[in-house]
């Protein structure tokens, strides 16, 4: 494993690198020096085969995105056991864990399939407080959760159209939308509450089918035909 700081990499480099991560490209059309803040709270991490990315039973704030290669998730300690997904490339990961509350689910592993596996880091724990616009500012934030709880439903609308019987299937349509006036800090409380209360369901549903809360895709690999 080696943990590079993003003033390491050739400017040019590291927008190619970015230009698929849709938040990222969100933000810097928005408010390029809140784009710059963000970059100075992230690190991109390589790994070989075999290099642990995150460990059951761990907590931390950071949020990750697949730049390169593959990463394989199992749900013992030491990636031994079940392999139960794969992450590729502009895929996020270990997203669910932090926003409940909870230690992570899933051992995450360079895949030995790939050469290098490249991961973005970005530290979350700047979106936690609400109320305050510093150094985040609420626009930035809005952004944020905008795009987690986009990726959330869809997530839990693959799950309702592959098993539309089941009990779970609109309970994330019962999760009440903001009605209100955009771009307020009561449409950020009510995107955060949206956020947590969905991650509660996907978990819920990869409970059911076998996958760790820390699986970037709905199902186990062995059931779900989404997984690459």
Same mark, same amino acid.
């Given at each position: 494993m080696?943990?590079?700081?993003l ?8 927008e190619?690198? +970015?230009?698929?991560i ?22 991109i991490i390589?790994?070989?085969?075999g290099?642990?990315?995150l ?6 704030d ?18 031994r ?20 509350g909870?230690?992570r689910t ?13 991961v973005?880091?970005?530290d ?18 809005l952004?944020?959760?905008?795009n987690t ?9 693959v ?5 539309l ?31 947590k209360?969905?991650? +509660?369901l996907?978990?819920e549903w ?23």
């Open positions: 080696e943990i590079k700081p003033h390491k990499f050739p400017r040019d480099t590291l190619q690198l +970015l230009s698929g849709s938040f990222f490209k969100a933000v810097k059309q928005q408010d390029s020096w809140q784009y710059e803040l963000l970059l100075q709270s992230s690190r390589s790994y070989i085969p290099d642990i990315v460990k059951r039973g761990d907590a931390d950071w949020l990750y995105f697949l730049l390169k290669g593959r990463l394989a998730v199992y749900v013992d300690d030491m990636g056991g079940e392999l139960v997904n794969y992450v590729t490339p502009g895929e996020v990961f270990g997203d669910l864990a932090r926003l409940v909870q230690p899933a051992t995450v592993i360079a895949d030995e399939a790939s050469r290098q596996s490249m973005f880091a970005m979350c724990s700047i979106f936690d407080d609400l109320s305050s616009n510093r150094p985040i500012t609420l626009q930035t934030k952004i944020y959760y905008r709880v986009h990726n959330l439903r869809w997530k839990l609308e799950y309702r159209a592959q098993h019987q089941h009990e779970l299937a609109n309970r994330h349509r019962q999760v009440r939308l903001y009605a209100g006036t955009k771009d307020t800090r009561e449409e950020l409380a009510s995107l955060h509450e949206q956020a209360a969905l991650a +509660l996907l978990l990869n409970t059911e089918f076998g996958a760790p809360m820390d699986s970037p895709s709905t199902g186990a690999a062995s059931r779900s035909p989404l997984n690459e």
